[in-house]
Nanobody, 122 residues
Framework: QVQLVESGGGLVQAGGSLRLSCAPSRRTSSAFAMGWFRQGPGKEREFVAAISWSSGTIYYADSVKGRFAISRDNAKNTVYLQMNSLKPEDTAVYYC???????????????WGQGTQVTVSS
């Protein structure tokens, strides 16, 4: 069992930036693909970004392309989501997930974090 812990959320003004981090609670040697998802108030969970173990494959939702960047440091067992030019509609709980394949589909991920709140004020 892998427990993921997100950090870095908070309150920011529109146009600002935040960097989210996600790491397992205990170091793991498994080569997981990682994804970020979010769930806004009254909305379903939606895909944000995903990255393969080697960082050779990366996907973004159209709504965040050009503003968000996913990266990972396998030596630190950590994946990051750099969020720039934030908009009020980016307000959501952000979740990281780990799985065997790099995909936009939440059902393909095996492990999930508890989420971190991101609030963007206008």
């Amino acid at each position: 069992q892998v427990q993921l812990v997100e950090s870095g959320g908070g309150l920011v003004q529109a146009g600002g930036s935040l960097r989210l981090s996600c790491a397992p609670s205990r170091r793991t040697s498994s080569a997981f693909a990682m994804g970020w998802f979010r769930q806004g108030p009254g909305k379903e969970r939606e895909f944000v970004a995903a990255i393969s173990w080697s960082s050779g494959t990366i996907y973004y939702a159209d709504s965040v392309k050009g503003r968000f960047a996913i990266s990972r440091d396998n030596a630190k067992n950590t994946v990051y989501l750099q969020m720039n030019s934030l908009k009020p509609e980016d307000t959501a709980v952000y979740y990281c997930a780990a799985g065997g394949i790099t995909t936009t589909l939440p059902g393909e991920y095996d492990y999930w974090g508890q989420g971190t709140q991101v609030t963007v004020s206008s």
